[in-house]
T-cell receptor
Framework: KQEVTQIPAALSVPEGENLVLNCSFTDSAIYNLQWFRQDPGKGLTSLLLIQSSQREQTSGRLNASLDKSSGRSTLYIAASQPGDSATYLCAVSSGGYQKVTFGIGTKLQVIP | GAGVSQSPSNKVTEKGKDVELRCDPISGHTALYWYRQSLGQGLEFLIYFQGNSAPDKSGLPSDRFSAERTGGSVSTLTIQRTQQEDSAVYLC??????????????FGEGSRLTVL
């Protein structure tokens, strides 16, 4: 059974800092890994998707890396802004029909 | 439609009543997922539909929960005889066939259920 862990559970940083969010998974036989953002009371917004054959994906100030062999992914946010404050979730697709398993998320607060 | 649409956005009901939650996926998306998110908790998988294949119902917490997907498009999640512990946000997501595409998930805004 796939298990996804995210560390830290919460993070508070001053505006402008670079930061790293971590995601680990127990079954390395994955199809893809997806990072989402969730604002309070809202649904999930897809940020980046890394397919199993890829090592990283970039979008603007965001960079996500994937190391399947060690069961880890990181989401790097450069020059953080108050608007980045949200909960960030990692989701892993694995198994026969690519069932998607989520971590609990990292709650990020960027202080102006 | 342009995105995944869920209704109602908020539902308050009394314990013991039945509720229906609706999800309209992105046009052309054959895969559809239901998740439940309780306060301060992660996303709990409920059920998965892919095309005409038998759905994976392994995440449904009890036989009070059921879901169907008509015509391979709109899905309805039904909770019978609601209990207070059913209070949560119910999220729907869709994707292109994950076996032939990237499997990127797109979520709706969710249906917030409160059982009094």
């Amino acid at each position: 059974k796939q298990e996804v862990t995210q560390i830290p559970a919460a993070l508070s940083v001053p505006e402008g800092e670079n930061l790293v969010l971590n995601c680990s998974f127990t079954d390395s036989a994955i199809y893809n890994l997806q990072w989402f953002r969730q604002d309070p009371g809202k649904g999930l917004t897809s940020l980046l998707l890394i397919q199993s054959s890829q090592r990283e994906q970039t979008s603007g100030r965001l960079n996500a890396s994937l190391d399947k062999s060690s069961g880890r992914s990181t989401l790097y946010i450069a020059a953080s802004q108050p608007g980045d404050s949200a909960t960030y979730l990692c989701a892993v697709s694995s198994g026969g029909y690519q069932k998607v398993t989520f971590g609990i998320g990292t709650k990020l607060q960027v202080i102006p | 439609g342009a995105g995944v649409s869920q209704s109602p956005s908020n539902k308050v009901t009394e314990k013991g009543k039945d509720v229906e939650l609706r999800c309209d996926p992105i046009s052309g998306h054959t895969a559809l997922y239901w998740y439940r998110q309780s306060l301060g908790q992660g996303l709990e998988f409920l059920i998965y539909f892919q095309g005409n294949s038998a759905p994976d119902k392994s995440g449904l917490p009890s036989d009070r929960f059921s879901a169907e997907r008509t015509g391979g498009s709109v899905s309805t999640l039904t909770i019978q005889r609601t209990q207070q512990e059913d209070s949560a946000v119910y999220l729907c997501a869709s994707s292109l066939n994950p076996l032939a595409n990237t499997g990127e998930l797109f979520f709706g805004e969710g249906s917030r259920l409160t059982v009094l």
